[in-house]
């Protein structure tokens, strides 16, 4: 069994997905996707010690060696994004039971299940492989069965996001495979090692500046970069809110990810940085995505698409620690990856509560929230404040190396920029603070249920201690910045 414990986190979630068809009632349907789901984590868990302590995996499939054959390839940064991910699928999946009973009708429940499962799979998926056009099928797993969860909204705005994000993630899959197309026809290799190796012979060609074009602006529409963002509010904002709290949490993460693994493990920064000008456009395009979303944040009425706005200014941040091409700006983007991943996720779970009670989030209906809901409200803060960059929290640690990476650079005006970015957002939450706290409501009490607060608390905590104790947040980190520039797992 150990012997392929890197496809297990993979295929699990996969098979999964088609035997909730076989469960009847949404009871044993909610259990058994929560077991799967905490499976996966316990096998990431044992695939990332494995890793640390041995160095990269590398599985190839069906016994077909790399790079004839398809290959999982694990090191640090494959093995961290696992946990990750399969961590704060646990943590949606507590809630989601609850939430959904709520939200959704009976009859769709059982798609639910079976849709997150695959959503799942592809994310681990895209994670886990070596290769190029692999990759690229999984992130297409991942997002048909994001479309259909996001449609599933009892909102029928729910349906334009869902087709909106439909359109513009299907041209962004097609800049992908075109570029990955390109690649393969320049080297005739899929496999990313393989491809790493083979393309300084032809680097210097129109055809690979085409491809690596291609990749990038697939990806960043995929990732949400301003001003290929367009998607993203619409489709946090109205899908399902345990779906919003998964979303918020790994979907732009992954393909954060993904950009890292091309700019660095495929194209090399040498090429990426020396030949392209990726610098400047990467900050260019992180500087103004953090400053036009967090102020667009502001004038939202919606507090599911207030973070969501957020979250666009949140891939700013994660951009500008990779347009800094230092060790220290990567280790601050992965730290960021991190550390966003559970302040969206508090976030969002906080919203999935306050959204079992009222129905919905629009924020003159947070009125009087912050006695009516002590424990939900006090959440939302808490995630807001790291959202911040409150010391004491996981948000001051990321942006702590952020604004260090950006001074290693002499980028002074950049950095007053993130600094800039924290005070708008503080402005943002203390929009939500000021109605919840501030304003009058003589209704009864009516705190969300355990079961949707536990997980929410998991996460408040975790923002918590990992910004006081930063030991495994930094060691993942560091593990990951090795593995991405040759010098580690």
């Not at 891939?315 to 730290?335: F, K, M, W």
């Not at 600094?419 to 939500?432: E, F, H, R």
């Not at 009516?446 to 918590?464: D, F, M, Q, S």
């Amino acid at each position: 069994m150990m012997s392929h414990l890197p496809i297990l986190p993979v295929i699990l979630p996969l098979l999964a997905a088609p035997s909730c068809l076989l469960l009847g009632r949404s009871r044993l349907i909610a259990g058994f996707v929560l077991g799967v789901c905490m499976a996966a984590l316990g096998l990431s868990v044992a695939l990332w010690q494995q890793v640390m302590q041995t160095g990269v995996w590398n599985y190839p499939l069906g016994g077909w060696e790399a790079p004839w054959g398809i290959e999982y390839r694990i090191d640090a940064l494959g093995a961290m994004m696992l946990v990750l991910v399969s961590g704060m699928a646990v943590a949606v999946m507590l809630a989601a039971p609850s939430s959904i009973q709520k939200e959704l009708a009976e009859e769709r429940q059982l798609p639910f299940y079976v849709l997150f499962l695959l959503v799942f799979a592809g994310s681990m998926g895209i994670v886990a492989t070596g290769d190029a056009f692999n990759l690229f099928v999984f992130l297409e797993i991942s997002s048909l069965s994001t479309y259909a969860l996001i449609a599933l909204g009892r909102d029928r705005r729910a349906l334009w996001a869902a087709y909106q994000y439909l359109i513009l993630g299907t041209l962004g899959a097609t800049f992908i495979l075109i570029g990955v197309g390109l690649l393969y026809m320049m080297t005739g290799t899929l496999n990313m090692a393989d491809l790493a190796q083979r393309l300084p012979a032809v680097e210097s060609t129109r055809t690979i500046y085409t491809a690596f074009a291609f990749v990038l602006v697939g990806v960043c529409l995929k990732l949400a970069l301003f001003p290929l963002h367009l998607w993203l509010p619409g489709a946090y904002a109205c899908a399902p809110s345990v779906v919003s709290a998964f979303l918020a949490a790994t979907s732009t993460k992954v393909a954060v990810y993904v950009l890292l693994r091309f700019v660095f493990t495929i194209f090399g920064g040498g090429f990426s940085f020396a030949h392209l000008p990726l610098e400047a456009i990467l900050l260019v395009l992180g500087v103004v995505g953090v400053v036009a979303a967090s102020v667009a944040a502001i004038y939202q009425k919606s507090v599911k698409r207030l973070f969501a706005y957020s979250s666009v200014a949140q891939v700013g941040y994660l951009i500008l620690g990779i347009a800094a091409a230092n060790r220290t700006g990567l280790l601050a983007t992965l730290l960021h990856l991190i550390n966003h991943a559970l302040m969206k996720g508090a976030l969002f779970l906080a919203l999935a509560a306050v959204c079992y009670q009222l129905g919905h989030t629009r924020l003159h209906q947070f009125a009087g929230l912050g006695r009516r809901m002590p424990w939900t409200m006090a959440a939302l803060v808490i995630g807001g404040l790291s959202l911040v960059g409150v010391p004491g929290t996981v948000g001051f640690v990321s942006k702590w190396y952020l604004v260090l990476a950006l001074l290693e650079r002499d980028w002074w005006p950049i950095a007053m920029v993130v600094l800039m970015g924290s005070v708008l957002a503080l402005v943002y939450l203390w929009k939500v603070v000021e109605v919840a706290y501030f304003v009058r409501n003589d209704e009864l009490a009516c705190e969300a249920p355990l079961a949707l607060l536990l997980p929410t608390w998991i996460l408040v905590i975790a923002n918590l201690y990992l910004g006081l104790d930063t030991r495994w947040t930094l060691a993942a980190a560091q593990g990951a910045v090795n593995a991405l520039l040759g010098g580690g797992p």
